[in-house]
């Protein structure tokens, strides 16, 4: 899987102090939705505060900034196609969640007079290659032609998409079809340990059973999409995604000694059905070891989790005082 990290949230710009800091490689989008959140009280203040951060942070070797419209039903007409318009103009990606739910199908159908998701983002003029389509769980033939007529990436969040009970992509569908398709997590409320290898096994496991067969979605086919594939999905692959002379020096090393590993008999279904994300054993991004027989070499992963603790136990207690019940 690609050592890149692709977050979705607020205040990206202090997201991109810590992946600066351990010298990872990201792609940073700042969220853009209708009702006013902690870092822009409108769709308009989200998009001015994405663009200052492309600015910022446009000559930086590993770290790209994006515009991130949550979604079709969460943003109006007009936002969508601004937000178009504007990744064609710093030729920067928008990473949205597009055709996930049933809510956002009524909505959209609500609003267009009855289009899908995909059919409503081609017919505002909101569907290009900048694009980065998380989930795809509600789309038909004629859907998944439109995406690939316009050379959108998708990011399959199977474990997510489970978790929350939305259906199941169709992936399977979309890689036999050439789609720029590779693997996701989502975010860490229903993807939880954001663990690409977490998702290998279900990838592999889920496509069998709703498409009754046992030779559907072949490891081989689940490790393309969670290197290459992950790579065209965000127009990458000419830079990462496999290990070619040219290419940036980002690398993952597994160990394939330890015991839930052992034997190794083919490489691709040992990844996919036996790794756990603790066998990762180094991590390397642009030439550089980040991570070295599992131990962080760029920060103190005591003080982090301490802090993290810290903000949890704050987090908790603002839920209890709500009355909320965290599950």
Do not use: C, W
Not at 106 to 126: C, D, F, N, Q, T
Not at 216 to 232: D, H, L, Q, S, Y
Not at 272 to 301: C, F, P, Q, W
């Amino acid at each position: 899987m690609l050592p890149l990290t692709l977050t979705i949230y607020y205040f990206e710009d202090e997201v991109a102090k810590t992946v600066d800091q351990i010298g990872m490689r990201a792609i940073l989008g700042e969220t853009i939705i209708q009702f006013p959140v902690a870092s822009a009280k409108t769709p308009e203040d989200g998009i001015k505060y994405a663009e200052k951060l492309i600015n910022e942070y446009k000559d930086h070797p590993r770290i790209t900034m994006a515009f991130a419209p949550h979604g079709p039903y969460t943003n109006s007409t007009e936002t969508l196609q601004t937000i178009a318009k504007l990744s064609m103009k710093y030729d920067v990606p928008v990473m949205m969640h597009l055709a996930e739910s049933d809510r956002e199908r009524e909505v959209i159908a609500k609003r267009s007079g009855g289009l899908s998701p995909v059919k409503y983002m081609e017919s505002i003029g909101a569907l290009n290659e900048n694009l980065v389509a998380a989930h795809i769980i509600d789309a038909n033939e004629e859907d998944i032609a439109i995406l690939k007529k316009y050379d959108v990436g998708i990011a399959h969040n199977m474990s997510a998409n489970i978790k929350s009970a939305k259906g199941v992509s169709p992936a399977l569908q979309m890689f036999n079809d050439g789609l720029r398709i590779g693997l996701g997590t989502d975010g860490p409320m229903s993807g939880n340990t954001l663990s690409t290898i977490d998702e290998f096994n279900q990838v592999a496991k889920v496509h069998k059973l709703v498409n009754k067969d046992r030779a559907a979605m072949p490891p081989k086919n689940v490790i393309e999409m969670a290197t290459i594939g992950a790579a065209r999905a965000l127009h990458m692959e000419d830079k990462v995604g496999s290990l070619e002379v040219g290419k940036l020096a980002d690398v993952i090393v597994i160990d394939t000694k330890a015991p839930n590993m052992v034997p190794v008999y083919n490489p691709y279904s040992a990844l996919v059905y036996s790794a756990y994300a603790t066998n990762v054993k180094h991590t390397i991004v642009d030439g550089k070891v980040i991570m070295e027989n599992r131990n962080v070499l760029t920060v103190n992963e005591d003080n982090i989790r301490k802090e993290a603790l810290q903000f949890a136990d704050k987090v908790r207690q603002t839920v209890i005082e709500s009355g909320e019940i965290v599950q």
